[in-house]
């Protein structure tokens, strides 16, 4: 079977297949390296990476994915386009390398308390997020003063990142508040 670029149903899965797959190793290698990064530079606990940083930032890419995915099946519904993909969301090294370097090294270096790190670490991204979202929003404002909203839109990806960032760092902290309940603290 031909789709509209001439290329089979077949060949479109495996370019998606081989997609995933690199975006998968992208981000697995630099979670290593984060870990790497607190682990031999800053003597950071080993099991704060594993139990929360990790599984956290999995979930995190996982629902992000799941969102673009569903946006793209949206717009290409809408448009009616066959040449529509999801943009692949993950980890970029050179923030992920400023994160380490910049927030959570030096915050575990003053506390020496691996809990406090990870929630200032993730207080640093919900401020990120937020910053992202405001700015986008006042960015996107269109000469005809019309206010180009992000969640209105399902083209621009960019805008939805931010707002995802935001949402999915909230619920993080929020979380973390509720564990630090649970354990008395």
Do not use: C
């Not at 077949?10 to 981000?27: H, I, M, V, Y």
């Not at 870990?35 to 139990?51: E, R, S, W």
């Not at 929630?119 to 910053?131: D, E, P």
Request: hydrophobic residues 50%.
């Amino acid at each position: 079977m031909k789709n509209v670029e001439g290329g089979t149903k077949q060949s479109r899965f495996w370019g998606e297949t081989t997609a995933f797959l690199a975006l998968f190793l992208d981000n697995a290698g630099v979670l290593i390296f984060l870990n790497a990064i607190l682990v031999f530079t800053f003597n950071f606990p080993v099991d704060i990476i594993l139990t929360r940083m990790i599984p956290g930032t999995a979930i995190g890419v996982l629902i992000g994915d799941l969102i673009y995915t569903w946006l793209a099946i949206r717009l290409k519904r809408k448009t009616g386009r066959a040449d529509v993909t999801a943009m692949p969301l993950g980890l970029d090294t050179p923030s992920t390398i400023g994160i380490a370097y910049a927030v959570l090294g030096p915050a575990y270096v003053i506390t020496r308390d691996a809990q406090l790190t990870w929630q200032i670490g993730m207080a640093t991204l919900f401020i990120s997020a937020l910053g992202l979202t405001l700015f986008g929003v006042i960015h996107s404002i269109m000469p005809t003063g019309e206010l180009y909203l992000p969640w209105r839109v399902a083209s621009d990806a960019h805008y939805m990142l931010a707002l995802a960032y935001l949402a999915l760092s909230g619920i993080l902290l929020i979380l973390t508040g509720t564990m630090d309940k649970e354990k008395g603290r």
